[in-house]
């Protein structure tokens, strides 16, 4: 299993398009969510957690905070993940990489997991409520096509 920081430099290092942090969060969500729900197991270990904004791996919202809204500037790092998990991420970003940061957090606020964690929290109200993975899995699974 990867660590959630080379998940991140995949996402940004395979994006069509500048990723801030915030639009960073959500797509992680997103990965994480899907992972769970197709391969049955967790893209990372770090934990989701359901912030004002939307879900957040707080690792990786701290190391890239320096950027403040603007896109992330990575040096030419090499990331060492196995294939499928880059062309997870992939798939990932076919779907939600077009939508900007913006769009995500509302998508994000209308599904099941971050309502769930951030149940009992009023909506400016700062939270570090864990998303479940077993929520994820369970919102994913039922977003599938048979």
């Known amino acids: 299993m990867s660590t959630v920081k080379d998940v991140s430099k995949i996402v940004i290092q395979s994006s069509s398009g500048p990723i ?21 197991k967790p893209a ?18 701290y190391a890239y905070r320096h950027f403040r809204w603007n896109p992330i500037e990575l040096g030419s790092e090499t990331v060492a ?19 900007t940061a913006t769009d995500l957090e509302s998508l ?3 599904e099941t997991p971050w309502i769930v964690a951030r149940d009992g929290y009023g909506p400016n109200e700062p939270a570090n409520a864990v998303i479940s993975h077993e929520s994820m899995k369970t919102y994913f699974k039922s977003r599938l096509v048979a």
């Open 44 to 61: 990372f270990v770090e934990r989701i957690e359901a912030w004002v904004h939307g879900p957040v791996v707080p690792e990786i919202f």
């Open 81 to 99: 993940i196995p294939d499928s998990e880059v062309s997870h991420v992939k798939e990932v970003l076919k779907v939600y990489g077009s939508l």
């Open 108 to 110: 994000s606020h209308g």
């Open 20 to 40: 801030s942090n915030l639009k960073l969060q959500k797509l992680l969500y997103y990965v994480q969510g899907w992972s769970l729900a197709l391969y049955d």
